[in-house]
C-alpha cells in the first residue's frame, strides 16, 4: 500500500514575455528547491516555451 499527501500549494501566474529571472523569484516565492528549478526550466525547454540553452553545472 502506498500513502500520497499532497500539501497546499500557490499558483503564481506571470505574463507572456517575462524574464528567467523573474520566473525564478516567482518560484522561489513559493518555496521552489532549486532542484525543482531545474526540473521546471527542464520542463519548459523540452514544451518550447524557452529559447536559450540550459547550462547545469
Known amino acids: ?3 500520497v499527501a499532497e500539501d497546499k500549494g500557490n499558483l ?3 505574463e507572456q514575455g517575462v524574464s528567467i ?3 525564478a ?3 522561489n516565492a513559493i518555496g521552489a528547491t ?3 528549478l531545474i526540473a521546471i526550466f527542464q ?3 523540452a ?3 524557452l529559447y536559450a540553452d540550459l ?3
Do not use: E, Y
Open 55 to 57: 547550462v547545469i553545472l
Open 1 to 3: 500500500m502506498v500513502d
Open 12 to 14: 503564481v501566474v506571470l
Open 34 to 36: 532549486p532542484r525543482d
Open 21 to 23: 529571472g523573474d520566473v
Open 43 to 45: 520542463a519548459i525547454k
Open 25 to 27: 523569484s516567482a518560484l
Open 47 to 49: 514544451a518550447g516555451a
